[in-house]
């Protein structure tokens, strides 16, 4: 049984310079685990721990004859810096993974030093799937990141994934990884048809497949798919005031810009943002 998603993965080339953007930016409290991850896993690690949703993992290969090393360079090599992974939390890994396989997912076998099981992109729609035990990550931020009175911005409220094809997508992540799912809806508005699935806890994971190219959210969906094909489009975060949010990034020396779909959106782009579409909405 799934029992919530905790976090979602980003992969780059320069550890410091997303621990900067997070904490220093975003001003997010970031637990740096790099010293240790380093040599046990040949990875520079680090999690933002904001309140609400899902965390935001930061990933970096240092040493690449580590199996997560390896995974984390060739997927570095092959698409660039971006969105890496959504982790999904089970009681048991290993049986959950015969759960899945048995309902036709594709599980790959246990990486060496591991937690937990991979599902292939391929059976996903181009999203990696890691299952790991549950609350496989317990650090908590011992100290508010600043004294002021700067606006909070959550963690992952949900993130939209960009599919081809809906109801394959909603079979998958409602059935197949049984979990609980929307009525799915078209939405004239943004130009796509979405479903929403809800893991019991941590955000929620949107599907989305265009409808009206015509739309500007649509044609950006529709942008993704030529250009990456399927897979995570972007991460959706809040704020309690998004005006104050925007100005307080500004400050901070980082450009976010108003949605071309919503006014009640902000974006990050994904060159300020290692290759991750961020988009921040009011709470």
Same mark, same amino acid.
Request: charged share 25%; aromatic share 6%.
């Given at each position: 049984?799934?029992?919530?998603?905790?976090?979602?993965?980003?992969?780059?080339?320069?550890?410091?310079?997303?621990?900067?953007?997070?904490?220093?930016k975003?001003?997010?409290?970031v637990?740096?685990?790099?010293?240790?991850?380093?040599?046990?896993?040949?990875?520079?690690l680090?999690?933002?721990v904001?309140?609400?949703g =899902?965390?935001?993992?930061l990933m970096?290969?240092?040493? =690449? =004859?580590?199996?997560?090393?390896?995974?984390?360079?060739?997927?570095? #090599? @092959?698409?660039?810096e971006?969105l890496?992974?959504?982790?999904?939390?089970?009681?048991?890994?290993?049986d959950?993974?015969?759960?899945?396989?048995? @309902?036709?997912?594709n599980?790959?076998?246990?990486?060496s030093?591991?937690?937990?099981?991979d599902?292939?992109?391929?059976?996903?729609?181009?999203?990696?799937i890691?299952?790991?035990?549950?609350?496989?990550?317990k650090?908590?931020?011992?100290a508010?990141?600043?004294?002021? #009175? /700067?606006?909070?911005?959550?963690?992952?409220? @949900?993130?939209?994934?960009?599919?081809?094809?809906?109801?394959?997508?909603?079979?998958?992540y409602?059935?197949?990884f049984?979990?609980?799912?929307?009525?799915?809806?078209?939405?004239k508005?943004?130009?796509?048809?979405?479903?929403?699935?809800?893991?019991p806890?941590?955000g /929620?994971?949107?599907?989305?497949?265009?409808?009206?190219?015509?739309?500007?959210?649509?044609?950006?969906?529709a942008?993704f !798919?030529?250009?990456k094909?399927?897979?995570?489009?972007a !991460?959706v975060?809040?704020?309690? #005031? !998004?005006?104050?949010?925007?100005?307080?990034?500004?400050?901070?020396?980082?450009?976010?810009?108003v949605?071309?779909?919503?006014?009640?959106? !902000?974006?990050?782009?994904?060159?300020?943002?290692?290759?991750?579409l961020?988009?921040i909405?009011?709470a």
């Amino acid at each position: 049984m799934i029992t919530g998603m905790p976090r979602i993965a980003i992969a780059v080339h320069d550890y410091p310079a997303i621990v900067s953007l997070f904490r220093d930016k975003f001003g997010m409290p970031v637990i740096d685990l790099s010293e240790s991850s380093s040599k046990e896993y040949g990875a520079a690690l680090g999690m933002c721990v904001p309140e609400g949703g =899902s965390n935001i993992e930061l990933m970096s290969p240092v040493d =690449s =004859s580590t199996p997560l090393g390896a995974s984390l360079q060739g997927f570095l #090599d @092959r698409r660039g810096e971006g969105l890496f992974a959504l982790m999904l939390e089970a009681p048991v890994p290993d049986d959950e993974a015969e759960d899945l396989a048995a @309902r036709g997912l594709n599980v790959m076998p246990l990486m060496s030093g591991a937690f937990g099981r991979d599902v292939h992109p391929n059976s996903t729609h181009g999203v990696l799937i890691r299952v790991y035990p549950v609350n496989s990550f317990k650090g908590k931020h011992k100290a508010p990141v600043d004294g002021n #009175d /700067a606006p909070s911005i959550s963690g992952i409220d @949900r993130v939209i994934v960009a599919v081809e094809d809906l109801d394959h997508a909603v079979e998958v992540y409602g059935s197949q990884f049984n979990m609980a799912m929307d009525e799915s809806l078209t939405d004239k508005e943004r130009g796509v048809r979405s479903a929403i699935c809800r893991p019991p806890t941590g955000g /929620a994971i949107e599907l989305v497949a265009v409808e009206d190219p015509a739309r500007p959210f649509a044609n950006s969906i529709a942008r993704f !798919l030529e250009g990456k094909q399927e897979g995570m489009y972007a !991460l959706v975060l809040q704020t309690s #005031d !998004l005006q104050a949010t925007a100005k307080m990034l500004a400050e901070r020396g980082l450009e976010v810009n108003v949605s071309a779909d919503s006014s009640e959106v !902000l974006e990050v782009d994904r060159e300020a943002a290692f290759g991750a579409l961020i988009r921040i909405e009011a709470a």
